[in-house]
């Protein structure tokens, strides 16, 4: 089956970079998305990699290793309103529906 | 504003009872998913139907059921609630009916059994 592991919570400071983990298990893969939730808010898509290497958009940017089972999402000039959980996800085995991470949750101080 | 709306945004109802969430695609969109999230699972897949047809199951107990009716929206029917329910449902839509990696969540209805 899938399995996906992410850390639970990141913390950082206003202006600075930070970078959330996932490494995952999956028969198939299909490529990896990230999504972002606000605390009681919808998840919103972020960015999604099939291939290997670096997709930059804006201040994120996902990379993505498939030889290592790895990809991360990177955020940079960090903002306050940047504190939200982040999600990695994976297609299931079928490729009908999609598989998510825990979250993780980052806290932005200032 | 993702375009995917859902009704209603809170519910609070007893155990042993049954509800239904609605929930609109956006427009052109014929997948829609439901999820549930709680605190201790995370965003859970429970289902997903495509152009009226369910296309997959996942986590979804056989208490719950759904459907997608020819106008494209659908419902998520939860019967015998327990307390173990409660939870925020969400539901979400794409364009095609492969496990869209770029869906678009609607607000989500918070359900509480008490």
């Known amino acids: 089956g899938q399995s996906l592991e992410q850390p639970s919570e990141v913390t950082a400071v206003e202006g600075a970079i930070v970078q959330i983990n996932c490494t995952y298990q999956?028969?198939?893969?299909?490529?990896l998305s990230w999504y972002q939730q606000h605390d009681g808010g919808a998840p919103t898509f972020l960015s999604y990699?099939?291939?290997?290497g670096l997709e930059e958009t804006g201040r994120f940017s996902s990379f993505l290793s498939r030889s290592d089972s790895y990809g991360y999402l990177l955020l940079q000039e960090l903002q306050m309103k940047d504190s939200a959980s982040y999600f990695c996800?994976?297609?299931?085995?079928?490729?009908?529906?999609?598989?998510f991470g825990k979250g993780t949750t980052l806290s932005v101080s200032s | 504003d993702s375009g995917v709306t859902q009704t209603p945004k809170h519910l609070i109802t007893a155990t042993g009872q049954r509800v239904t969430l609605r929930c609109s695609p956006r427009?052109?969109?014929?997948?829609v998913y439901w999820y549930q999230q709680s605190l201790d699972q995370g965003l859970q897949f429970l289902i997903q139907?495509?152009?009226?047809?369910?296309?997959a199951k996942g986590n979804i107990l056989e208490r719950f059921s759904a459907q997608q009716f020819p106008d494209l929206h659908s419902e998520l029917n939860l019967s015998s609630l327990e307390l173990g329910d409660s939870a925020l449902y969400f539901c979400?839509?794409?364009?095609?009916?492969?496990?869209?990696?770029?869906?678009?969540f609607g607000p989500g209805t918070r359900l509480t059994v008490t």
């Open positions: 979400a839509s794409s364009v095609g009916g492969s496990g869209d990696y770029e869906q678009y």
């Open positions: 999956t028969s198939g893969f299909y490529g």
């Open positions: 990699n099939a291939l290997d």
């Open positions: 996800a994976v297609p299931n085995q079928a490729g009908t529906a999609l598989i």
């Open positions: 427009s052109g969109d014929l997948s």
């Open positions: 139907y495509y152009n009226g047809e369910e296309r």
